[in-house]
């Protein structure tokens, strides 16, 4: 792909608009300026996520800039930049919220069975759209005209690479979802996340466990942090919190963010931190919140594992960024894990879905892909849903 490409895009109104991507060399002479050019720009020029292989780039569309990442094969390769390891290798490591031991064999065996065949269908080249490098996407509402350019902008640059929107929902993106169907994208389930609305606001505070927790916030001996207290200073040891919490205790898929990754994020505001430090001053909790107009996500925390369960330090952290929502009156996206304890603090169970676009490949590969989505559409939701996971 050239450093640079620019095509215009007709439509059937007559009018044409214009959109531009940025990669390589290029992206150092962007003559644009946003919090999306600076994470492209950082992520290009020094390794943020160390187990993150794929190229970035910058999509100018109209008056929009967006992060682009074009994937690579490649062993190790975080799960949120390898539909492969995401749905295969990722799902392995989760096996053992399944209750069951018949089930969990089951199970490994069905992923194992189905390991070639995804690798086969190439999903790892795909070029993942508004890709922050975080865990959960967040997307405009795009108008059906907006992302039918989007779409064939794409499609030109990149007409050998499927195109992947990751972790949409149908309480923050449900019109969204109905646009892509209807422009020929698929729709594959992925995880059940859990989400809290504001509109049901009332029912949280009514919540035995949700006023136990802003009790506990208000009352705490450990000092918080805010977003304009962190310093770079801060980011080796949340390198080492978050080491410890998502790659030494859950999963090595998970993105391996370096010290380097959270002192770009401190200093450019890609995201936003929220911590608690002890009476020494040390950092032993904090946790990451990524959002647009409407919703809040957090991708990412970390605390010491170390220290006494009554410390209450990932209850501290829930009940910040529950309290955030409230007062910003956005949608929260707390993501996967920790059923319950989401459940009893009324988070509502939702299917997150991955959105593919294949129409442009070889006859084969659009038929397996589509052939993937319809099994998976069959299959998985029901099964999320009876585990509970």
């Known amino acids: 792909m050239a450093d640079v490409l620019s095509i ?3 439509f059937n109104d007559g009018m044409s608009r214009h959109s531009r991507i940025f990669s390589g060399d290029a ?11 600076d994470w492209v720009k950082a992520l290009s020029a020094t390794s943020l996520i160390d187990n993150w292989y794929a190229q970035t780039a910058l999509l100018k569309l109209e008056d929009s800039l967006l992060p682009l990442a074009l994937g690579r094969v490649g062993d190790g390769q975080t799960y949120i930049a390898s539909p492969h390891h995401g749905y295969i290798d990722y799902a392995k490591d989760e096996l053992d919220q399944i209750d069951q031991p018949h089930l969990r064999w089951w199970v490994n065996l069905a992923l194992s069975i ?16 508004n890709a922050w490098g975080v865990s959960t996407h967040l997307y405009p509402q795009w108008t ?4 039918s350019l989007l779409t064939d902008t794409l499609v030109a640059n990149f007409p050998d690479r499927p195109l992947w929107m990751r972790t949409l929902n149908t309480v923050s993106d449900g019109v969204l979802m109905s646009r892509l169907v209807t422009q020929g994208w698929q729709l594959w389930p992925s995880r059940q996340v859990y989400v809290f609305d504001p509109k049901h606001a009332a029912d949280w505070a009514n919540r035995r466990n949700n006023q136990i927790d802003q009790k506990l916030l208000r009352s705490t001996h450990l000092t918080l942090v805010e977003p304009k207290d962190f310093t770079q200073l801060d980011s080796n040891a949340m390198a080492k919190l978050y080491t ?24 450019l505001g890609w995201l936003s931190f ?5 009476e ?7 946790i990451g919140v990524f959002e647009n107009e409407t919703t809040m996500t957090t991708p990412m925390l970390g605390y010491d594992t170390c220290l006494p369960q009554n410390m209450a330090l990932y ?18 996206n707390l993501g996967a894990g920790s059923a319950k304890f989401k459940k009893m603090r009324g988070g509502r169970p939702v299917i997150e879905w991955h959105a593919f676009y294949s129409r442009h490949l070889p006859f084969w590969q659009h038929g397996a892909m589509r052939l993937t989505g319809w099994l998976l559409g069959k299959s998985v939701p029901s099964f999320l849903i009876k585990q509970g996971l």
């Open 8 to 10: 215009h895009v007709p």
């Open 27 to 37: 992206l150092q002479d962007v003559p644009y300026h946003g919090v999306s050019v």
């Open 114 to 129: 189905a390991d070639p065949w995804f690798e086969g269908l190439g999903l790892d080249r795909a070029v993942s759209v």
């Open 144 to 147: 059906i005209d907006r992302l």
């Open 244 to 267: 410890q919490l998502y790659l030494e205790k859950h999963s090595q898929w998970n993105a391996h963010y370096n010290a380097t990754y959270f002192a770009q994020a401190i200093d």
């Open 274 to 278: 929220y911590g608690f430090r002890d």
């Open 280 to 286: 020494t001053g040390r950092l032993v909790a904090f």
């Open 315 to 332: 209850r501290l952290l829930m009940a910040k960024v529950l309290a955030l929502s409230l007062e910003q009156h956005k949608v929260l």
